[in-house]
């Protein structure tokens, strides 16, 4: 079977950034990434990439930051009073908020999201809210395990049942 549409798909990949060589992610051999082909549940040019593979079949190709999760703009930059980040005893912990943490947030609809400290004043916590990964180069070096098609309830979800894929 090959990968196309209304297809569920296992892949095994490593995942660096392509400038510098690093190591990002791996998956587990054993618990490959499922999902369901087409849905635009993935960066598009990633599933580009994986069309009209079958099974055994090896990848290996580059996506530039812009065509994956983009750069770093001045919108995703946000000064934030230093007292949000007091404790319950008004104190601020100095060791803990360092530039370059990445800190749990939430946003005014209690959306969770991670900013990352650009800077740290008596005043102010600068944070940089983008996608940890924006101005990065992806690197995808990998195999498909598997190609299945999906079933119906996929299909309607939208995305992939099953191992690696949603319990519900
Ligand atoms: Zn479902």
């Known amino acids: ?13 490593i995942l660096s950034n392509h400038k510098t060589g690093e190591k990002i992610e791996e998956t587990n051999p054993e618990q490959p990434m499922v999902f369901l082909y087409g849905v635009g549940s993935l960066i598009p040019e990633f599933e580009e990439n994986l069309l009209g593979k079958t099974e055994g079949d090896l ?76 101005g990065v180069d992806l690197h995808f070096k990998g195999s498909i395990a598997e190609v299945r098609p999906a079933t119906q309830d996929e299909i309607d979800h939208g995305h992939a049942h099953g191992p690696g894929g949603h319990h519900h």
Do not use: C
């Not at 980040?85 to 939430?106: C, R, W």
């Not at 991670?114 to 924006?134: N, Q, Y």
């Open 1 to 13: 079977m090959t990968v196309k549409e209304n297809m569920v798909v296992s892949v095994n990949y």
């Open 59 to 134: 990848f290996d190709f580059s996506i530039t930051s812009e065509m994956a999760y983009g750069t770093s703009s001045e919108e995703d930059i946000a000064v934030i009073p230093i007292d949000v980040f007091h404790d319950e005893q008004g104190n601020f912990d100095t060791a803990y908020f360092t530039v370059g943490k990445l800190i749990p947030m939430s946003d005014g609809q209690g959306n969770q999201l991670r900013g990352k400290i650009k800077e740290v004043t008596t005043e102010f916590i600068k944070m940089d809210f983008s996608h940890p990964l924006a």
